[in-house]
């Protein structure tokens, strides 16, 4: 099928910032494949054609992968969204769910680039877009799997984008604050609870909460998707939302002490 306009894949489309993410390219001119663990299921977005997904997968990630290729001719963008939250003490999340966390979270990532980039070298062009977090770049108490995943979809995209510009290719990152979604509702809980954490852990439960409430709406995160897809000049970096903003500069100036009291008291743990 001939096809005149740029061509996007984005995995975990059925729902959040996927969903608003494939919304928003394909209000902007792309043809949209989004994908879903059980596509079937999800409510259809208009322009968006919605695929069966398993980004820990091999074959699964390949089949999508040829499928889009042999539907369209061609990946102009691929957005890694795709993910699944951890919440607990590092200590309660056993080596087995840590590994589950990772296989989606950073090896799906590696999956699915690893998948595409051959066609864009091809090409001569492409995107790759990766959903990091502000959690890629601050500890996360209670959290620990979870950033430990973005901080390497972090490296890895980082060092990625010096390895592919050469051949056309750019390697971006998209770091939201807490986004209105059903994250917290959906992510593992640690799957070995210790009692000397339990009170703690519902700090954290409530403080969480209360931050995914007063987050901000996926279509924030959707716009600087669309700004890292289609920039003349792409920088490395799209911050979305106010929040990761202010944390990233805190971040690179604040003392290190600061920041580490900063951490400990918005996360109201013990002196």
């Known amino acids: 099928m001939t096809n005149h306009r740029p061509v996007a894949l984005v995995t975990g489309a059925s ?5 608003a993410a494939a919304r928003a390219l394909a209000a902007t001119g792309y043809a949209v ?6 596509a079937a299921a999800a409510a259809p977005i208009e322009g968006v054609e919605l695929v069966d997904l398993d980004v820990a997968s091999d074959e699964s990630v390949a089949g999508v992968v040829a499928l889009t290729v042999e539907r369209f001719g061609r990946i102009d963008l691929l957005v890694n969204n795709a993910g699944v939250g951890g919440a607990g003490a590092a200590e309660e999340v056993s080596v087995e769910q840590a590994q589950r966390i990772f296989d989606i979270n950073v090896f799906g990532v590696i999956r699915t680039t690893k998948a595409v980039l051959p ?15 502000v959690l890629g770049l601050i500890p996360a108490p209670y959290m620990a799997i979870y950033a430990a995943t973005k901080h390497a ?13 050469q051949y056309g290719v750019r390697v971006l990152l998209i770091e939201p604050g807490y986004t209105k979604t059903g994250f917290e509702a959906n992510a593992m809980v640690a799957d070995s609870p210790l009692q000397v954490y339990a009170d703690q852990r519902q700090v954290f439960d409530r403080i969480m909460a209360a931050s995914m409430e007063a987050g901000d709406d996926p279509a924030v995160v959707a716009s600087a998707i669309v700004a890292a897809a289609t920039d003349g000049r792409p920088k490395l970096r799209y911050t979305a939302g106010p ?10 100036f604040a003392p290190a002490r600061a920041f580490d009291r900063q951490i400990h008291r ?3 743990l013990p002196a």
């Open 119 to 133: 066609h864009m070298r091809a090409q001569g062009s492409g995107r790759i877009v990766n959903v990091s977090s």
């Open 153 to 165: 979809v972090e490296g890895y995209s980082e060092s990625l984008d010096h390895e592919v510009r």
């Open 266 to 268: 918005y996360n109201e």
């Open 243 to 252: 929040l990761t903003k202010r944390i990233g500069t805190l971040r690179r």
């Open 33 to 38: 494949v989004g994908t879903s663990r059980h």
């Open 15 to 19: 729902s959040g910032i996927g969903q």
